[in-house]
């Protein structure tokens, strides 16, 4: 199993910034797409952004313009730079990863979380 690990969550006001980082660990996997959900109180998780080992992205239409995700294939890392935050941008965002192990793919992780709240 990898294990993914968030930061950089935490309270903005609205307009502000904020950069999530989503670092995976394990043995003997390869990353493949890799992308940030996120899930508002009494509402569904949806997809924010992903990227794929070739660097193709896809964003939410709501995202799009504002967020910029990348990745950091030497460190295993992925990153959510969002800018022009808004108080419907408060969620919480959780790092997803497909890996192959070998010549098995498929293989699917989350993260734990973190809180992103954009307030005045």
């Known amino acids: 199993q990898v294990q993914l690990v968030e930061s950089g969550g935490g309270l903005v006001q609205p307009g502000g910034s904020l950069r999530l980082s989503c670092a995976a660990s394990g043995s003997d996997f390869r990353l493949d797409t890799m992308g940030w959900y996120r899930q508002a109180p009494g509402k569904e998780r949806e997809v924010v952004a992903t990227?794929?080992?070739?660097?193709?992205?896809i964003y939410a239409d709501s995202v799009k313009g504002r967020f910029t995700i990348s990745r950091d294939n030497a460190k295993k890392t992925v990153y959510l730079q969002m800018n022009s935050l808004k108080p419907e941008d408060t969620a919480v965002y959780y790092c997803?990863?497909?890996?192959?192990?070998?010549?098995?793919?498929?293989?699917?992780?989350w993260g734990q979380g973190t809180q992103v709240t954009v307030s005045s």
């Open positions: 997803h990863v497909r890996y192959s192990r070998t010549i098995f793919s498929g293989f699917t992780s």
């Open positions: 990227i794929t080992n070739s660097d193709s992205t």
